[in-house]
């Protein structure tokens, strides 16, 4: 497994929560459900206005820690990524917490991904998408900022 470089200030980021920690109900951006899980989110799971992934939307981010509310915007360091091919296409996914990841936190969330892409494969299959879907594993936070396009203030309301 990729072991994360916590020797560098990991970056500030803002994330808007879309599914909070323990929630069967699956949100995008838009606030629109995108599907009812049949297990809870394990983790507050959002994106980052500032940024568009490489999926169109905005940059997707796990915030780590106690439930926050659907909608809450929150201040966290991000101290890693994870890569993820869904249908074909890479997405980063930012891996964020307040404090820096223990090696346990970091398998675990490795794991959690791993299940997931089969998970989304399955899902993709059942309504008829087309498209790999794999977990690509651990990389830094800055590499996905660096691969993510910036946002305008257009681009932020628009979302």
């Known amino acids: 497994m990729h072991s994360l470089n916590l020797t560098e200030q990991a970056p500030l980021v803002n994330v808007v929560i879309e599914t909070p920690r323990g929630s069967f109900l699956k949100r995008g951006t838009a606030g629109k459900l995108d599907f009812i899980s049949?297990?809870?989110?394990?983790?507050?799971?959002g994106s980052i206005p500032a940024y568009i992934g490489s999926d169109g939307d905005f940059l997707d981010?796990?915030?780590?820690?106690?439930?926050?509310?659907?909608?809450?915007?929150?201040?966290?360091?991000?101290?890693?990524?994870?890569?993820?091919?869904?249908?074909?296409?890479y997405e980063d996914k930012l891996i964020c917490a307040p404090?820096?990841?223990?090696e346990k936190q970091q398998r675990l969330i490795l794991w959690f991904f791993i299940i997931y892409a089969k998970a989304k494969y399955l899902l993709n299959l059942i309504k008829g998408r087309k498209g790999h879907?794999?977990?690509?594993?651990?990389?830094?936070?800055?590499?996905?900022?660096?691969?993510?396009?910036?946002c305008s203030s257009e681009d932020k309301?628009?979302?």
């Open 133 to 150: 879907n794999n977990c690509e594993g651990w990389h830094d936070a800055a590499s996905a900022l660096a691969r993510a396009i910036p």
């Open 38 to 45: 049949p297990l809870p989110c394990p983790f507050n799971y």
């Open 61 to 89: 981010a796990v915030v780590l820690g106690p439930r926050l509310p659907l909608g809450a915007s929150v201040s966290v360091y991000a101290w890693g990524s994870i890569g993820m091919i869904d249908g074909g296409v």
């Open 99 to 102: 404090t820096p990841l223990s």
């Open 157 to 159: 309301n628009a979302g």
